[in-house]
């Protein structure tokens, strides 16, 4: 039966709340439970998981709302508690000194943060364009993790911050580096001579992971959200980070991450970066460029990239020959042909769709359904895409769908490769390879008793400085059986040699670097203020400030909430007469 159970005014983070929820799902007696603010884009969830009730209707974007299927009602009580107890020790962690204050309203926010460069957004994305605008209007630097903010307001916004001087990161920016201090999900990255843009957020740290392996740094990692290099938005926060970095005396080698942008904006971007005096290396994830330019080098996998930028910083022509690699021998039976892909990194998961796709010669990457690529069997799947986190915790923090995932490839018999990515850092999940590891022994067991031997590959994203400690994480995986490769390229490259269909990286030639009109802008004061920063405008997930300030960064932290009930609509009326209030003085 369908229980309700409405927290009047008490607003909490949603990846807390998912937190929350998987939490209480794990008390027995508890069929079904969900755990959201009741906006009505919530409610709407809570009715396609079939927990709607007609309770929910009293619930405002204020209220937090659990809804749970209990066989007995006696439990309502023991889950309010427990709900509490948790919040309560949420709240101890975030705040563990991590920050230099808390506020809960602009007018202090800003006070406090008046020297603070940048504003970190991580609040509901129906709110958060106003938002954002304020932060513009005064003058600071955006990061926004936010998702689900409307193109219109992306292509608004990032003008409006362009005019001003400012850069816009994001919406939906999941990683950044700025001045040495990782921001949101990132890893943990020495500095070093290299400046890396991209609209990814997985692609920017497998990239930086690896040149940290690799004993180099980064300087800065500026994330532009995924549609920046979209024909609406026209690569506004890309071009001004071309700029920006350009004229860094701290970045000698520049690297620049996207898929295929849109064709003219492509065309806009490739002329900028050949009209820089720095060695500059791109990646187009999903295209097979045929040969190097001098000083402009076009890589084919995240892993090439990260070895040539390496390669330049230490003022090494690039060899561009891939590193061997040992095909561990599996024996397989003839019905053992497929490649299974459960990604939490979006683009890895493009990055295996591509190259699974290239070995068999078919398919597309066109993530329908969900699916990176579905074809002739093989799977690649991006589990953080928005069809499997509807009111559930990304895939990052959340190992149940990857499971599930699993025990059904497992039961496969044309299924011979299952590919995985660990994704370490902070935001991540604090020991994602226990959570897996009885499910892939189960799963490895159940295939072996059926008289098939089960290959399960992994990449670890991260570094020996992440907070999950990288060494650790390996060894449980490979006790349980996993093969485990120094990069997701790597992996891919391993499971399509024990199908038999190996994929080989052709050294490419470099030529004469092709003509250019472009010149790079000037950079303003202003865009310049984000190259030295070191103290941030945390608004939202309170824990993002922990990876600042153990990084020698300083931050405010802005316990956001929405006000006017959460009605945008009110919001919206209520922010353009403060503005004509403003005016009016003259302000």
């Known amino acids: 039966m369908l229980h309700t159970i409405i927290e009047k005014n008490s607003y909490q983070d949603s990846i807390v709340l998912m937190l929350l929820t998987n939490h209480l799902e794990e008390m027995e007696g508890?069929?079904?439970?969900s755990v959201m603010m009741g906006t009505p884009a919530n409610k709407d969830i809570f009715k396609t998981g079939g927990l709607y009730t007609e309770e929910l209707e009293t619930a405002?974007?204020?209220?937090?709302?659990?809804?749970?299927?209990?066989?007995?009602?006696?439990?309502?009580?023991?889950?309010?508690?427990?709900?509490?107890?948790?919040?309560?020790?949420?709240?101890?962690?975030?705040?563990?000194?991590?920050?230099?204050?808390?506020?809960?309203?602009?007018?202090?926010?800003?006070?406090?943060?008046?020297?603070?460069?940048?504003?970190?957004?991580?609040?509901?994305?129906?709110?958060?364009?106003?938002?954002?605008?304020?932060?513009?209007?005064?003058?600071?630097?955006?990061?926004?993790?936010?998702?689900n903010v409307a193109l219109?307001?992306?292509?608004?916004?990032?003008?409006?911050?362009?005019?001003?001087?400012?850069?816009?990161?994001?919406?939906?920016?999941?990683?950044?580096?700025?001045?040495?201090?990782?921001?949101?999900?990132?890893?943990a990255v020495r500095r070093g001579k290299?400046?890396?843009?991209?609209?990814?957020?997985?692609?920017?740290q497998e990239v930086t992971t690896i040149i940290h392996k690799l004993g180099a740094g980064v300087t800065h990692a500026i994330g532009t959200g995924g549609r920046d290099l979209k024909e609406a938005v026209n690569g506004v926060t890309f071009k001004d980070s071309i700029a920006l970095l350009e004229q860094d005396p701290d970045?000698?080698?520049?690297?620049?991450?996207?898929?295929?942008?849109?064709?003219?904006?492509?065309?806009?971007?490739?002329?900028?970066?050949?009209?820089?005096?720095?060695?500059?290396?791109?990646?187009?994830?999903?295209?097979?460029?045929?040969?190097?330019?001098?000083?402009?080098?076009?890589?084919?996998?995240?892993?090439?990239?990260?070895?040539?930028?390496?390669?330049?910083?230490?003022?090494?022509?690039?060899?561009?020959?891939?590193?061997a690699f040992v095909v561990p021998e599996i024996a397989l039976k003839p019905t053992q042909k497929n490649i299974k892909?459960?990604?939490?990194?979006?683009?890895?998961?493009?990055?295996?769709?591509?190259?699974?796709?290239?070995?068999?010669?078919?398919?597309?990457?066109?993530?329908?359904?969900?699916?990176?690529?579905?074809?002739?069997?093989?799977?690649?799947?991006?589990?953080?895409?928005?069809?499997?986190?509807?009111?559930k915790p990304h895939p990052m923090i959340d190992p149940s769908k990857r499971k599930e995932l699993l025990e059904k490839a497992g039961q496969d018999e044309e299924t011979a490769v299952v590919l995985l990515d660990i994704v370490l850092g902070y935001g991540s999940h604090e020991d994602m390879s226990s959570a897996l590891s009885p499910t892939i022994k189960k799963v490895k067991a159940d295939a072996q008793a059926d008289g098939r031997e089960l290959a399960i590959i992994a990449t670890i994203v991260g570094t020996d400085e992440d907070p999950q400690d990288m060494d650790g994480q390996r060894r449980i995986l490979e006790e349980a059986g996993v093969i485990?490769?120094?990069?997701?390229?790597?992996?891919?490259?391993?499971?399509?040699?024990?199908?038999?269909?190996?994929?080989?990286?052709?050294?490419?030639?470099?030529?004469?670097?092709?003509?250019?009109?472009?010149?790079?802008?000037?950079?303003?004061?202003?865009?310049?203020?984000?190259?030295?920063?070191?103290?941030?405008?945390?608004i939202g997930l309170s824990s993002f400030a922990a990876a600042i300030t153990n990084h020698g960064g300083k931050v405010v932290q802005f316990d956001w909430q929405p006000v006017a009930g959460g009605n945008v609509q009110l919001q919206k009326a209520l922010n353009f007469l403060n503005k004509v209030s403003l005016k009016s003085e003259g302000k």
């Open 30 to 33: 508890v069929n079904s439970i």
């Open 60 to 147: 405002t974007p204020n209220d937090m709302v659990i809804v749970a299927d209990l066989d007995n009602a006696d439990m309502i009580e023991t889950i309010v508690t427990a709900a509490q107890n948790y919040l309560d020790e949420q709240g101890k962690k975030n705040k563990g000194g991590a920050t230099e204050e808390r506020v809960k309203t602009w007018d202090k926010a800003l006070e406090l943060g008046e020297d603070a460069s940048v504003a970190i957004f991580s609040i509901p994305g129906t709110h958060a364009a106003l938002e954002i605008e304020k932060a513009i209007e005064e003058g600071k630097h955006v990061f926004c993790f936010s998702d």
């Open 152 to 187: 219109e307001d992306e292509v608004r916004l990032k003008q409006l911050a362009h005019e001003k001087g400012l850069l816009l990161m994001g919406p939906d920016c999941g990683t950044g580096i700025i001045n040495g201090v990782p921001i949101a999900f990132t890893n």
């Open 194 to 204: 290299i400046g890396v843009i991209g609209a990814s957020g997985t692609g920017i």
């Open 251 to 323: 970045v000698e080698v520049i690297v620049a991450i996207s898929k295929p942008p849109a064709a003219r904006v492509r065309g806009e971007i490739l002329d900028l970066l050949r009209a820089s005096k720095k060695p500059v290396v791109t990646i187009f994830l999903g295209e097979k460029p045929e040969n190097h330019e001098k000083g402009l080098y076009h890589a084919h996998t995240l892993e090439e990239t990260a070895k040539i930028a390496v390669q330049l910083s230490k003022g090494q022509e690039p060899t561009g020959e891939a590193d």
């Open 341 to 391: 892909g459960y990604y939490s990194g979006g683009t890895l998961a493009y990055e295996a769709g591509m190259l699974i796709k290239e070995a068999i010669g078919s398919g597309s990457l066109d993530g329908m359904d969900g699916y990176i690529l579905n074809e002739a069997g093989h799977e690649v799947m991006d589990l953080g895409d928005d069809m499997y986190t509807q009111g």
């Open 484 to 538: 485990i490769c120094e990069s997701n390229a790597q992996a891919v490259n391993t499971a399509l040699a024990i199908i038999g269909k190996p994929l080989v990286e052709e050294v490419k030639p470099i030529v004469d670097k092709e003509a250019t009109t472009a010149t790079i802008p000037a950079v303003s004061k202003t865009l310049n203020t984000l190259l030295t920063t070191d103290k941030f405008l945390n």
